[in-house]
């Protein structure tokens, strides 16, 4: 969507901060013994007490609150009471959600209790790669030069990208223009940011794949080559100069 109005942004703030809330909650009570369906409800009771709807369950009937992957599993991971927390795990959170008609997304990747597997450098990557894209995006900026970018600061540091996934256009709904907004460079796509745009922004910073391919469960995503990945993802309003981090209190 495009910012017209001061309702349209307090809309957007609103929404914003109980995702990013949720998600920061969500990490911060995470731990080993714990379920993925036990923080699911978890990060469930707090969107409640916003008055927000799941986004995945309102777009897609996806069944949880929020996608809680962990270790191999690289996105879109059911929340379950069979999937128990381990130290050292590798957890993606994924919380996006609705709220008086606007929309809005975030993710952290992050390593449960001590780092046993050697997977905060990962981590670390993503998060410090989103935020150089995010400082390098306003308003007549191409889009295919943040993927670039993107993609070049993984190689730098060792890591891949995952080419089927992408940041989005958000808003008025979970997906929307201008599109997907990929980690790569794609030398034919012409479309810059626009002032006063919405979008979610998120990196997909991989050891070893760069594909994902769906499980038999409908859902989960995993490596079409293994190992891991850590996305990390902020809602933004484009402007002409630093963008405006609407979800910033979720702390990545």
């Avoid at 008055?51 to 069944?63: I, L």
């Avoid at 990929?182 to 002032?195: A, G, P, S, V």
């Amino acid at each position: 969507m495009s910012i017209t109005k001061e309702a349209e942004l307090t809309g957007m703030r609103k929404i914003s901060e109980a995702v990013a809330h949720t998600l920061r909650e969500m990490k911060n009570h995470a731990k080993p013994g714990m379920t993925t369906k036990e923080l699911d409800d978890f990060g469930a009771g707090i969107l409640q007490g916003f008055g927000a709807n799941s986004a995945p369950f309102m777009t897609y009937r996806f069944p949880g609150w929020t996608c809680i992957s962990v270790n191999h599993e690289f996105c879109h991971g059911i929340p379950s009471d069979k999937r128990v927390l381990r130290e050292g795990d590798l957890i993606n959170i994924d919380v996006s959600a609705e709220l008086d008609g606007f929309w809005s997304d975030n993710g952290n990747t992050f390593v449960l209790g001590e780092d046993i597997h050697q997977h905060q450098k990962l981590v670390d990557a993503s998060k410090e790669i989103l935020q150089k894209a995010i400082d390098n995006i306003k308003g007549g900026v191409k889009i295919s030069d943040m993927g670039y970018l993107m993609e070049t600061e993984a190689r730098k540091r060792g890591y891949r990208v995952i080419k089927n996934l992408g940041g989005h256009g958000i808003g008025r709904g979970l997906h929307e223009e201008p599109g997907e907004l990929l980690n790569y460079k794609n030398r034919f796509d012409q479309r810059r940011f626009k002032k006063n745009s919405v979008v979610a922004i998120e990196t997909f910073i991989s050891t070893t794949s760069s594909h994902t391919v769906e499980l038999n469960d409908g859902w989960t995503m995993v490596g079409n080559k293994g190992g891991f990945m850590a996305q990390h993802e902020h809602t933004i309003v484009v402007t002409d100069g630093k963008p405006m981090i609407l979800t910033a209190m979720n702390g990545i």
